[in-house]
C-alpha cells in the first residue's frame, strides 16, 4: 500500500454499474514528507474519506476487494485514513 | 519480494476490516547495496520490525491474505514478512 493525499473529487454520471454510489476522489501519492511521488490519480474511496484528507490505498488486483459485497472495477483504492506518521 | 528499510509506524483508526488488529509501518525500498530509493510503502508487519531493520516485504495480495490466514482475498498488497539479518552481495552490477 501507499500514502496519498487526497485533493478532490470527480463525478461521472455514467459509468459501471459497479462503480454507482462510488466515491471518486482525486488522490496525490505521497512519500512520508508528502512529496509527490508520480502523477494524480482517481482512487475509489472505501473507507468514507474526505477532501484534504492523508490516506492509505491499495493498488494492482487488490483494489477490487475494497468493498466487502461487490467486486469494484478499480485499480486504486483508498483503505485507511492516517491519523498520524511516525518516523 | 524486494528489500526495504523500516523508518517509521503508522496510526490509523479508520481503515478496512482487514486491517483491524495489524501494525502499519513506512518503510523505503532499498537496493543491495543498501542505498535508500523512492517510493515509500505502508506494509503490514507479521514479524515484529523495529524502525532502521532492514526488513523483506512481499507485495502481492494472495501472499498477504494467505500469511494472516484470512479466508477471503483482502485489499492488501504490502506485508514485511522476514528481518533481514545479512546481506552477502557478490560482484556484479545489482540495480
Redesign the interface.
Known amino acids: ?3 496519498g493525499r487526497v485533493l478532490g473529487k470527480v463525478w461521472a454520471t455514467i459509468k459501471d454499474p459497479k462503480l454507482k454510489g462510488v466515491k471518486l476522489y482525486i488522490m496525490q501519492p ?3 514528507y508528502e512529496n509527490p ?1 508520480g502523477k494524480a490519480i482517481i482512487a475509489a474511496d ?2 468514507s ?1 474526505r477532501e484534504g484528507d492523508l490516506v ?1 490505498w ?6 477490487t ?2 468493498f ?1 459485497d461487490t467486486q469494484i472495477p478499480s485499480d486504486a ?1 483508498i ?9 | 519480494m524486494i528489500l526495504c528499510k523500516v ?11 482487514c ?1 483491524k488488529s495489524t501494525k ?1 509501518m ?1 518503510v523505503r525500498p532499498i537496493s543491495p547495496k543498501e542505498e535508500i530509493r ?6 503490514v508487519d507479521t514479524v515484529g520490525a523495529g524502525k532502521g531493520e532492514i526488513v523483506l516485504v512481499a507485495s502481492e ?1 494472495r501472499s ?1 491474505s494467505e500469511l494472516l490466514e484470512f479466508k ?7 506485508v514485511i514478512i522476514g528481518i533481514v539479518d545479512t546481506i552477502s552481495l557478490k560482484s556484479g552490477s545489482a540495480a
Do not use: Q
Not at chain 2, 38 to 43: L, Q, Y
Open positions: 500500500m501507499k500514502l505521497v512519500d512520508e511521488l472505501a473507507i474519506s492509505f491499495v493498488s494492482g488486483p487488490e483494489a476487494l475494497a466487502d483504492s483503505v485507511g485514513l492516517v491519523d498520524r506518521l511516525d518516523t | 523508518i517509521g509506524s503508522i496510526v490509523s483508526t479508520i481503515k478496512h476490516d486491517y502499519l513506512l523512492k517510493g515509500t510503502i505502508v506494509a495480495g498477504a477471503c482475498r483482502m485489499p492488501m498488497r504490502s
